[in-house]
């Protein structure tokens, strides 16, 4: 089956401009994540989608950042205006549904590393 | 609230040698426990994970981790590294919502 697939896979951009990351699930998943990963950071949640409904967005950062899942297909994310310190690699992921969520194993992306100028 | 620790931003061993990678979380319950590994230009791969049952949970390309739940820990091993193993490596938590809380990673090096 084909795995998560994000676009693009490097985006440089100026500080004030708009970026729109991508991600493309696995089929079927129902569940799907977004994190993000500043260089010399861990790795921290944004959001979750169960199908097209924002299940949690605790990790936003601030209204600069808006996620959308159409259809309960794929997901895109939107910095705008973008500032220096979005830059960062983000991460998204996907995973089956169902009741236990937490023990659900997440296949995560290659990954979309912005660089804002 | 949940956290991960991982001990080590850097660990370098020698090809053939036992591999010891260090996490330590913390959760007001019972824990779901992952290790994640990233080859450079990848996304992060399902190594193992724990959530019920046997405290010795085997993994992927023979990587092995024990929870140890009076030790809040979840070390990762392996017998004999290979110099394939060279990634970075991720611990992380995961709460009933399926958040993943993840640790800074350890950087594995395998040295010839």
């Known amino acids: 089956e084909a795995g998560v697939t994000q676009f693009p896979s490097h985006s440089v951009i100026e500080k004030g401009q708009t970026v729109t990351l991508r991600c493309d699930p696995i089929s079927g998943h129902d569940n799907l994540y977004w994190y993000r990963r500043v260089m010399g950071k861990e790795i921290k949640f944004l959001l979750h989608?169960?199908?097209?409904?924002?299940?949690?967005e605790s990790g936003m950062p601030n209204n600069r950042f808006l996620a959308e899942r159409t259809g309960g297909t794929y997901s895109t994310l939107k910095v705008q205006p973008a500032e220096l310190e979005d830059s960062g690699v983000y991460f998204c992921?996907?995973?089956?549904?169902?009741?236990?969520?937490?023990?659900?194993?997440?296949?995560f992306g290659a990954g979309s590393r912005l660089t804002v100028l | 609230a949940q956290s991960v620790t991982q001990l080590g931003s850097h660990v370098s061993v020698s090809e053939g040698a036992l591999v010891l990678l260090r996490c330590n979380y913390s959760?007001?319950?019972?824990?779901?426990l992952f290790w994640y590994v990233q080859y450079p230009n990848q996304g992060l791969q399902l190594l193992l994970k724990y959530t019920t049952g046997a405290t010795l949970v085997k993994g992927i390309n023979g990587f092995e981790a024990e929870f140890k739940k009076s030790e809040t820990s979840f070390h990762l091993t392996k017998p004999s590294a290979h110099m394939s193993d060279a990634a970075e490596y991720f611990c992380a938590v995961s709460n009933q919502g399926g958040k993943l809380i993840f640790g800074q990673g350890t950087e594995l090096s395998v040295k010839p």
């Open positions: 989608f169960v199908k097209e409904s924002k299940q949690d």
């Open positions: 959760s007001s319950v019972p824990p779901y």
């Open positions: 992921a996907s995973s089956q549904g169902g009741i236990f969520w937490g023990a659900n194993v997440l296949t």
